[in-house]
C-alpha cells in the first residue's frame, strides 16, 4: 500500500474508449517529503510520515515543525500525514527524499479522503431528504417541519440520534473505489474517475486500494 498528500483543483470530463464522457477530478500532488520512517521492528508496523503543500506562511508553522523541516533541509509544508507502506519501500525511501505520482499507475484504484463542504444549519428536508408536508389545505407554515419528533406518555422523551435539523457537511468522508485514468508526472497531476469530497483547493489523501482476495 502506498499514499499521497494532493491538491484538489477541481471537477472535468474526459472522453473515454467507448465514445462516453466520464466524470474526472484533478488532483494536484506537490512533492511529498519524507519526514520519518516506521519500521515493523521497531515500531510493530511499517509507515512512512510524509510532508507536503508548500506553506508560503512560514511564521504560522510552530518550531517544533520549523526545526524538524530546517534539520531535513526543507521548505516548511503545510500537511503532514503518515501513510501504511510495505517494509521494501520503507527501505528505499529515505528521510528526506520527495515522492510523487510515480507511486501510482494507470487504472490502478484509489480512495480519496477529504473534508466534505460546509452547508451550515439545515433544515431536515434537505439534511436528510424529508419529504415535505402538503403545501395546501390549511397548511400554515409548516411545509418543511419535520413532524412529529415524540411519543406519547411512554416513553415520553425524544430518543437519541433521532434526524432533525442541525450541522451538515463539512465532516470527512473517503470516496472508495476510484480509478486513476491518467497521470501527468510533469506536472504532478492525478485524473481520478469520479467525485472527490472537498471544495476546489482543499487537501485530500489519496490512498493505493488493494482489493481483497475472492474466497475460494
Not at 499514499?3 to 473515454?16: A, D, P, Q, V, Y
Not at 511499517?46 to 523541516?69: D, I, R, T
Not at 473517503?174 to 491518467?182: A, N
Request: glycine residues 14%; positive net charge; proline residues 4%.
Amino acid at each position: 500500500m502506498s499514499g499521497l498528500i494532493g491538491i484538489k483543483c477541481g471537477t472535468s470530463r474526459l472522453g473515454n474508449a467507448a465514445g462516453g464522457v466520464d466524470q474526472v477530478t484533478i488532483i494536484k500532488v506537490f512533492p511529498n517529503y519524507v519526514t520519518e520512517q516506521k519500521t515493523s521492528e521497531k515500531h510493530g508496523y511499517s509507515a512512512l510520515q510524509l510532508a507536503s503543500v508548500p506553506n508560503e506562511k512560514v511564521k504560522s508553522s510552530g518550531k517544533q515543525k520549523k526545526g524538524m523541516f530546517e534539520k531535513l533541509n526543507i521548505a516548511p509544508q503545510k500537511c503532514i500525514k503518515e501513510f501504511p507502506f510495505s517494509n521494501d519501500a520503507v527501505e528505499q525511501h529515505q528521510v528526506g527524499s520527495p515522492l510523487g505520482v510515480e507511486l501510482l499507475n494507470v487504472d490502478c484504484t484509489v480512495s480519496v479522503t477529504g473534508t466534505s463542504l460546509g452547508k451550515g444549519f439545515a433544515g431536515c428536508v434537505k439534511r436528510w431528504n424529508f419529504g415535505m408536508q402538503r403545501a395546501t389545505h390549511g397548511n400554515s407554515l409548516s411545509h418543511r417541519a419535520p413532524g412529529s419528533i415524540g411519543q406519547c406518555q411512554d416513553p415520553g422523551r425524544v430518543i437519541k440520534g433521532k434526524k432533525m435539523a442541525g450541522r451538515l457537511g463539512g465532516v470527512r468522508r473517503t470516496m472508495k473505489g476510484l480509478t486513476v485514468l491518467r497521470i501527468d508526472q510533469e506536472e504532478g497531476l492525478l485524473i481520478v474517475k469520479g467525485s472527490v469530497p472537498g471544495y476546489e483547493g482543499s487537501v485530500v489523501y489519496v490512498r493505493e486500494q488493494v482489493k481483497a482476495k475472492a474466497k475460494s
